[in-house]
């Protein structure tokens, strides 16, 4: 015979198994969990898409302006500033703070061993030891550039990150012998 307390009891039972077996919302619950990953993946993606197209575009100004540098064109009347809004122009989507933000490290050496011994210019998260030296004809030079460029996802500043301020530095390089100006 059934009693009432048998009945509640199977009752409740029913119930707490039915809760575990019950499926609806689960999918909600799991892109609950799993949204803020995902998304912050996703965002991580894109700004890394942007931070290399920012290097590739300064790579190809940087190698368009030294040209000048090599072929003689650009020699002693030219300044870092006007080396820098020359680049800045070849990358104009950077927008108006480019010139103020760009450096620019120019150096003569007579040969190329030289060359790997050109001291740092970021020490300590900060830009020092900067120089702009143009070199006469058939003389070799180093050309580098460098931009701070903000990182937003978190997840990115410890990879990127190489100035005080937090920012990460794009930077591009260029060695050449001067043309027999």
């Known amino acids: 015979m059934r009693t009432l307390r048998n009945i509640a009891r199977r009752r409740r039972q029913s119930a707490k198994a039915g809760f575990w077996r019950d499926r609806r919302g689960a999918t909600a619950v799991e892109f609950a969990l799993i949204a803020f990953p995902f998304f912050g993946m996703i965002m991580g993606c894109i700004e890394l898409a942007i931070v290399l197209f920012a290097g590739?575009?300064?790579?190809?100004?940087?190698?368009?302006?030294?040209?000048?540098?090599?072929?003689g064109v650009?020699?002693?009347?030219?300044t870092a500033k006007v080396f820098i809004t020359k680049?800045?122009?070849?990358?104009?989507?950077?927008?108006?703070?480019?010139?103020?933000k760009m450096q620019v490290d120019v150096r003569t050496f007579n040969n190329f061993k030289l060359v790997t011994q050109?001291?740092?210019?970021?020490?300590?998260?900060?830009?020092t030891n900067t120089q702009y030296t143009v070199g006469a004809g058939s003389q070799i030079q180093l050309v580098r550039v460098y931009y701070p460029w903000p990182v937003i996802s978190p997840f990115m500043k410890p990879g990127l990150g190489a100035l005080s301020t937090g920012e990460a530095v794009l930077s591009s390089k260029v060695v050449f012998k001067n043309e027999p100006f």
């Open 56 to 71: 590739v575009s300064l790579d190809l100004a940087t190698t368009t302006v030294a040209r000048e540098l090599r072929t």
């Open 87 to 100: 680049v800045c122009a070849e990358m104009a989507w950077l927008g108006s703070d480019c010139t103020g």
């Open 118 to 127: 050109a001291p740092d210019v970021i020490v300590g998260g900060k830009f």
């Open 74 to 78: 650009a020699t002693k009347p030219t």
